[in-house]
């Protein structure tokens, strides 16, 4: 998965230029010709979204937005490649868009799989686990 990765500062620059979503449409064809973008999608800033935090046992709701926060997550793509070297080169090709700060982040971050839960989880549960996976209930 890689983020995009933003300050609630950030948040307030709005919706992408015309140029720079063009860009990114851009940099996406590629992804997709590549074969490796298996989803991506921006996010509304964090004024339209809420924090659930659990607390020594305790649960709360944070209604956004988290202007508070030092980085927050701005969109994804969810990509398959072959190692994350691969990720790497992929990501430093995104367009940069100047309007949001000297500084802008992609992380990524590898998906665990079933197998590497093999070392501590029965293999019964692993099983069922990659059940709900296959069904999309997961």
């Given amino acids: ?14 919706q992408p230029s015309q140029e720079m979503f063009e860009k990114m449409q851009a940099y996406n064809e590629q992804l997709v010709k590549a074969g490796i973008l298996l989803a991506g999608e921006g996010l509304k800033p964090s004024d339209a979204g ?9 649960t709360s709701v944070v209604d ?5 926060s030092k980085e ?9 490649v072959s190692s994350l070297a691969e990720a790497v080169e992929w ?7 100047p309007r949001y700060g000297a500084t802008q982040i992609l992380e990524i971050r590898p998906f665990f799989d079933m ?6 989880v029965d293999s019964q549960t692993l099983a ?3 059940e709900l996976i296959e069904r999309g209930d997961a």
Avoid: L, N
């Avoid at 890689?2 to 300050?7: A, D, I, N, S, W």
């Avoid at 809420?50 to 305790?58: D, I, L, R, W």
């Fill in 64 to 68: 956004g937005p988290f202007t508070e």
């Fill in 115 to 120: 197998a590497d839960f093999a070392e501590v």
């Fill in 91 to 97: 990501a430093r090709r995104c367009p940069f868009d």
């Fill in 128 to 130: 069922k686990g990659q």
């Fill in 50 to 58: 809420a924090q659930v935090v659990f607390t020594a046992g305790e």
């Fill in 1 to 14: 998965m890689v983020m995009t990765k933003g300050t609630g500062a950030d948040e307030s620059q709005g």
């Fill in 72 to 80: 927050i997550i701005a969109g994804y793509w969810i990509w398959e």
